[in-house]
């Protein structure tokens, strides 16, 4: 749906870790683009698994080269081989077990990497979960999510925006004269120069777009925040990547994710109350 007021639209892109999107008229009356979530389900995601496969069942992945089935073989080879409190994540399976000794604590069907590239501005960003060990460093329950520079990057390119970075101390003169500033933690609107009127301040959970331009606002900012899209849990790996939650429940069992492993509801509540920080996470 798209609506047209004076030269200024909505770009609302619903939230996934979602593509669907729809148009309209925003309340602050600037282009904006609802915040897009971190691990887009990229249609056409296979549906999850009803067979729970074995751990020591040999499915080959499709490899890209010799060295991926190398590093695959090699990765496969230390997580069947380790020992202790431990989870394993198959990337070709979608699927995490929890296991101490040879006792299998728990296992769940996975949202992994979709494996897909994304170029914009000069870089590129590759969308795969990395195989190997990793270690839980740290638990969150009710987590937000700050969107990364790739989360702007496929806004502005489905958009056809230019991006630009909106620093504290920096005011920018937008299309109608209005100037964007950022106050305290949330970023707003003061009056063209001359004019009475007060900070107003924008929507949190919008994209900052006027004219043909995306601000990606300050990482300590409230418009660089979103709840819920990393479920009620998450469990840090580091280097950006996460065991976490999702409200969108049936992605799990796809290639859906940019780089996490995504987890149902009741697995990704029972991980954060049962697997403790320093456990190690074998992923291949």
Not at 202 to 223: A, Q, R
Request: glycine share 10%; net charge positive.
């Amino acid at each position: 749906m798209i609506r047209w007021a004076a030269s200024f639209a909505l770009v609302s892109v619903m939230p996934a870790c979602a593509t669907a999107q729809h148009f309209g008229l925003g309340r602050s009356g600037s282009d904006s683009v609802r915040l897009a979530s971190n691990d887009d389900n990229g249609g056409g995601a296979v549906p999850m698994r009803r067979i729970t496969p074995s751990l020591n069942r040999v499915v080959m992945p499709m490899f890209k080269s010799r060295r991926d089935s190398l590093e695959w073989a090699a990765a496969r080879r230390q997580a069947l081989a380790s020992t202790g409190y431990r989870v394993i994540v198959s990337l070709t399976d979608r699927y995490l077990w929890v296991l101490d000794g040879g006792d299998t604590l728990r296992q769940a069907p996975v949202a992994v990497g979709r494996g897909a590239d994304l170029k914009f501005d000069g870089k590129k960003w590759t969308f795969e979960t990395p195989r190997g060990v990793r270690k839980v460093l740290r638990k969150e329950s009710d987590p937000k999510w700050i969107p990364p520079e790739w989360a702007y990057a496929e806004v502005a390119l489905e958009h056809n925006l230019v991006m630009k970075h909106l620093k504290r101390g920096q005011t920018v003169t937008v299309t109608d004269g209005r100037r964007l500033v950022v106050r305290d933690s949330v970023v707003g609107l003061l009056p063209p120069k001359g004019e009475r009127g007060g900070f107003e301040a924008l929507p949190v959970d919008e994209h900052i777009v006027f004219g043909n331009t995306l601000y990606i606002p300050p990482p300590d900012t409230k418009n660089r925040r979103i709840e819920g899209e990393l479920g009620k849990y998450r469990l840090d790996l580091g280097n950006g990547y996460l065991l976490h939650g999702t409200p969108h429940q049936t992605s799990i069992g796809s290639a859906a994710t940019h780089g996490c492993v995504r987890l149902r509801d009741e697995d990704i509540e029972w991980l954060y109350n049962n697997v403790p920080v320093g456990s190690r996470v074998y992923i291949f």
